[in-house]
T-cell receptor, first 117, second 118 residues
Framework: GAVVSQHPSWVICKSGTSVKIECRSL??????MFWYRQFPKQSLMLMAT?????????EQGVEKDKFLINHASLTLSTLTVTSAHPEDSSFYIC?????????????FGAGTRLSVL | AQTVTQSQPEMSVQEAETVTLSCTYD???????LFWYKQPPSRQMILVIR??????QNATENRFSVNFQKAAKSFSLKISDSQLGDTAMYFC???????????????FGKGTHLIIQP
């Protein structure tokens, strides 16, 4: 299947700092990427849809000023957690549908564990 | 809005046995996709199987098969000859098809923790 790379896999930061997470499609172009959040022992919740060349679409209840998304190219989307606080500690996962023929399937990055002290 | 329900928080079976994980969903859409994803302790999401709603034939992938009942909005996963490596969280997920307006994200159930005992 298609490969989605996510970096870093684990980040620890101090409260009040910002953290950037990258999601790259390695062998396909992705006009759309998705960002999910997963709390321990819980399911994945869609946070936002990242669209290349346009603004991201956020799910209800997700603060767009807290979670900044930039989809600068057809292979890269970034999620920046601004002014992080301990309650932002979670597992963040990105996904992308590959190309034009495989839009109705999604492949996932390995996820990023964020710990805010 | 779509909802996905997995009513079995945890299941445990012996190696080589067959196990069925249940999933029901609710939607007003007539065309959609259903998925089972596996999340092992590494937390990497792995696609197990996919079903297109307009296809009546149940999808199969080696030891994995589904029982898709569209009228009942049910989508169960059967794992045959279970192996120790099948131990993981299994998530049922729903997605509406890509349209000219773009792709949609997945709606996940709460998951079932499957434990395969040696």
């Amino acid at each position: 299947g298609a490969v989605v790379s996510q970096h870093p896999s684990w980040v620890i930061c101090k409260s009040g700092t910002s953290v950037k997470i990258e999601c790259r499609s390695l062998d396909f172009q992705a006009t759309t990427m998705f960002w999910y959040r997963q709390f321990p022992k819980q399911s994945l919740m869609l946070m936002a849809t990242s669209n290349e060349g346009s603004k991201a679409t956020y799910e209800q209840g997700v603060e767009k000023d807290k979670f900044l998304i930039n989809h600068a190219s057809l292979t890269l989307s970034t999620l920046t957690v601004t002014s992080a606080h301990p309650e932002d500690s979670s597992f963040y996962i990105c996904s992308a549908p590959p190309g034009t023929s495989g839009r109705n399937i999604q492949y996932f990055g390995a996820g990023t564990r964020l710990s805010v002290l | 809005a779509q909802t996905v329900t997995q009513s079995q928080p945890e299941m445990s079976v012996q190696e080589a046995e067959t196990v069925t994980l249940s999933c029901t969903y609710d939607t007003s859409e007539s065309n959609y996709y259903l998925f089972w994803y596996k999340q092992p302790p590494s937390r990497q999401m792995i696609l197990v199987i996919r079903q297109e709603a307009y296809k009546q034939q149940n999808a199969t992938e080696n030891r994995f098969s589904v029982n898709f009942q569209k009228a009942a909005k049910s989508f169960s996963l059967k794992i045959s000859d279970s192996q120790l490596g099948d131990t993981a969280m299994y998530f049922c997920a729903f997605m509406t098809p890509y349209s000219g307006g773009g792709a949609d994200g997945l709606t996940f159930g709460k998951g079932t923790h499957l434990i395969i005992q040696p």
